[in-house]
């Protein structure tokens, strides 16, 4: 089955720092989606690649696909404390019809 | 639109009992999931329906959990009898499209289950 490791585990940046988030499929990758996660709530789409060299942005979060290297970085910059919660990143699974996730990256934006 | 609705939010029980977490999808979306997250699996697929049937339930842990969509509207997982390991948040997703996934899945707020 595939699995999506994302790196790092958790991260604690200061407000106004700029960040990345990585996540590395074992399988090759088909899409790969991108979701936050706000503390005891539940998950928000931010965005969806689906082409090799493919580069999205939404406000200040920039997502880019590398299908070579099975990876996607979810780039955030000049960081705010709003940023906070957890990313994770969903690809299709085997079966074609459910997304399989990482287990995601903490961040801490701290004033 | 309301958006995926799920309920209970909160649910605290004893081992051996029975829990039922609720579900309702968006209107018109015909495809639902329920994931299980926990801190140290993450977030897992349990089981995917399209149009009302099961169509993958290989994450379903075991026996204990069983899970029905009797129309469009409402879904409901089971668990019998729950067991500590079964705390988690359960969350309901639901999304359009039948086929593959191309569009963005909508998940609801998640039940957050502790069995004691």
């Known amino acids: 089955s595939q699995e999506l490791e994302q790196s790092p585990q958790s991260l604690i940046v200061q407000e106004g720092k700029n960040l990345t988030i990585n996540c590395t499929s074992s399988?090759?990758?088909?899409?790969l989606y991108w979701y936050k996660q706000k503390y005891g709530e539940g998950l928000i789409f931010l965005m969806m690649?689906?082409?090799?060299?493919e580069e999205k942005s939404h406000e200040k979060i920039t997502a880019k696909l590398d299908e070579k290297k099975q990876q996607s970085s979810l780039h955030i910059t000049a960081s705010q404390p709003s940023h906070a919660g957890i990313y994770l990143c969903?690809?299709?699974?085997?079966?074609?019809?459910?997304?399989?996730f990482g287990k995601g990256t903490s961040l801490l934006v701290t004033p | 639109d309301a958006g995926v609705i799920q309920s209970p939010r909160h649910e605290v029980t004893e081992m051996g009992q029975e829990v039922t977490l609720r579900c309702k999808p968006i209107s018109g979306h015909n495809s639902l999931f329920w994931y299980r997250q926990t801190m140290m699996r993450g977030l897992e697929l349990l089981i995917y329906?399209?149009?009302?049937?099961?169509?993958?339930d290989s994450g379903m842990p075991e026996d204990r959990f069983s899970a029905k969509m009797p129309n469009a509207s409402f879904s409901t997982l089971k668990i019998q009898p729950s067991e500590p390991r079964d705390s988690a948040v359960y969350f309901c997703?639901?999304?359009?499209?039948?086929?593959?996934?191309?569009?963005?899945?909508?998940f609801g707020e998640g039940s957050r289950l502790t069995v004691l």
């Open positions: 997703a639901s999304k359009t499209s039948g086929g593959a996934v191309t569009g963005e899945l909508f």
């Open positions: 969903g690809a299709v699974g085997g079966s074609g019809y459910a997304l399989n």
């Open positions: 329906f399209n149009n009302n049937v099961p169509i993958d």
């Open positions: 690649l689906q082409k090799g060299g």
């Open positions: 399988k090759t990758l088909y899409g």
